[in-house]
């Protein structure tokens, strides 16, 4: 499976995600100290966060926050063909979350 996506010049490759990956992914969210809600937020509705792109890609930072929306909903579509299961347990985390409030 490819797991790149080009945007322009720039080429993000999409990590597939190990059991220990995603262990690790779910302890740094709940030692999160800082909160931005733009990362949160911004691709809710895709069920994914700047964080866990960044997590989960070779990009970075900065080169993330100069791409358009549209751009990284390519790189979203990408990281859930790689990590469909990532992206179930996230959607399941998020519901029981909001179950519980």
Known sequence: ??????????????????VS???DWLKSMSEREDFDI???????????????LL??????KAELDQ???TQIILIIDKAKKVNP?????RAMIVENA???I
């Open 98 to 100: 909001h179950q519980s």
């Open 55 to 60: 997590f989960m890609t070779d990009i970075d």
């Open 67 to 69: 791409l358009t929306p």
């Open 1 to 18: 499976m490819d797991r790149t996506v080009t945007i322009q010049e720039l080429i993000v490759t999409v990590n597939e995600l190990t």
């Open 38 to 52: 733009v990362n949160a937020g911004l691709f809710k509705a895709e069920n994914c966060t700047i964080d866990d």
């Open 21 to 23: 990956d995603v262990r």
């Open 85 to 89: 299961h990532f992206f179930a347990l």
